[in-house]
């Protein structure tokens, strides 16, 4: 994973950049210097439908925006999407330690208090992040 800042993964410009996020490198490289919509406002919250054949669909225009600028309905990606909803599926009628192990935060979550940005335009997102929910026993034990 790569951290790519939306408007761009140029080191001189993270100075600037309001939101930084991880990314796989393939996002990175298709993102190129596009400037995208944030991705935790637009890809969450009933923002985008997931179908059962693994298609993935945009509600909002910043969503679908998104979805296209990085390809994520491609058919590699659906087929992934699909066989990963069916896995999970299984494991939560047939073996939910499995189901768990599928659906939970991972354990290395970031822990953004012991970053120092040189700038930082949300300093209320640290307490928001979820190693810091994690922390004060509020983050819930799957997603």
Known sequence: MTISGLKSIIPKLLSTTTT??????????????????????CMLHGQVIVEEDGSIRGITPDARRVI????????????????????????A????????MLMKYPDDLPDLASLRPPRNTRPH????????????GQLPEIY
């Open 20 to 41: 930084s996020f991880y990314a796989c490198a393939a996002c990175n490289i298709t993102k190129g210097d596009a400037e995208l919509p944030d991705p935790c406002n």
């Open 68 to 91: 296209g600028k990085l390809g994520l309905d491609l058919p590699d990606y659906r087929q992934f999407r699909m066989l990963f909803i069916g896995i999970v599926r299984l494991a």
């Open 93 to 100: 009628q047939h073996d939910l330690d499995h189901f768990r």
């Open 125 to 136: 997102g640290v307490d928001d992040s979820f190693q810091a929910r994690r922390d004060r």
